[in-house]
């Protein structure tokens, strides 16, 4: 009896053994499963890690690309512009003198007090100065009409190489189109080398901030609105051309950018300047069309540039180009009669024009115009 308890015990022991055993074997198992998965998780994640690697140094590598495109166009841009800083102060670094009147816009328009130094930006030119005569050119994009080469190749190539030595040409591109601005660029530097690198040639445009808030119109209609703006504008891309032309030369000869010039103009025009007996005139006329071929003692632009501010919104400026006469030479309660006598006397023409309108596709969009000077 006492042996058969003995051997259920051992049996009992025996089977609690192996059942001990097989739970053991079963966590094992269990327990290697879970490293295999975890090992798995931990080979997959690096996986995902090492092709995060690759695509985020693709990636690093691709904004490089954009950030080196960007530097270079940056670069081309700096370049074409002539670093437009440096050269500024270049240009005064070598005594030019520019002119205070540029201050005189902080007073016509409160949004300009803001700002430092008012001063175009000059693209193109050596700082030119001392000379006898500056022509100013204003251009803006007309689509697919432009006048712009054909008129300088005429006012440029009309002259000797002394009287281009003793004259600047100014381009002003009054354009907000940059692509504009760098076709100009790219023609005038093309076309016209020896100029350019002589300085007798130069391009400058406006900064943008300039004219933020003085072309509204809104009392108007909008067709009357465009055009009451396009003029204002107009009347103010001529202002900023005389003011910064006229510390640069004794005279200053207002053109257009669609017109050509005669043979032997500047030769008449120096001829006929040097011959005046009277030194009283206020402008001679070289075109009776609009504003072209007026030229101007620079020392006499500022009061014509402030009287311009005054009224830049009334009239267009060949408009004011007349009125400034009833104001300066007109007594009031006057005989018409004597006033006009007087204004001959001070306001020269000469006869014939020494220059021919040949735009017929305006600056003003969708507009054509037909006008030619009579003479």
Sequence with gaps: MRTKQVNLLITLVAVALFSFSCFCIYRITQTNNRLINCRNHILEFKENMLHLRNKTEKNSQEMMKVLNRMKYEITKKENLSGNLVAQKADILNKN?????????????????????????????GKGKTGVSFALGISTVNRGNYSYLKQTLTSVVSRMTLSQE????????????????????????????????????????????FLYSSMLNAKHLAEASQKLASWRIKQVLDFCILMLYAQPKAKYYLQLEDDIIAKEMYFTKITDFVGNISSNNWFFIEF???????????????????????MFYKEK????????????????????????????????????????RHVGIHSSFPGKEQYEKDVY
């Design 165 to 208: 030595k003793d004259s600047i040409v100014i381009v002003l591109v009054a354009d907000s189109n940059e692509d504009y601005l760098h076709s100009v660029v790219k023609m005038i530097t093309k076309k016209f080398k020896r100029q350019v690198r002589s300085g007798s040639l130069e391009v400058i445009s406006i900064p943008a």
């Design 287 to 309: 075109s009776m069309l609009g504003f072209i071929g007026k030229l101007f003692r620079s020392e006499d632009l500022t009061q014509f540039v402030r009287f311009f501010l």
């Design 96 to 124: 030019e003198t520019v002119s205070n009147t540029f201050e005189d816009l902080k007073f016509f328009f409160p949004h300009l007090r803001k700002e430092g130094r008012i001063y175009p930006d000059v693209i193109i």
């Design 316 to 355: 267009p400026v060949d408009w004011l180009l007349n009125d400034i006469f009833q104001v300066k030479v007109c007594d009031t309660g006057e005989d018409l009669g004597d006033c006009m006598k007087r204004k001959k006397q001070i306001r020269i023409r000469y006869k014939p024009s020494l220059f």
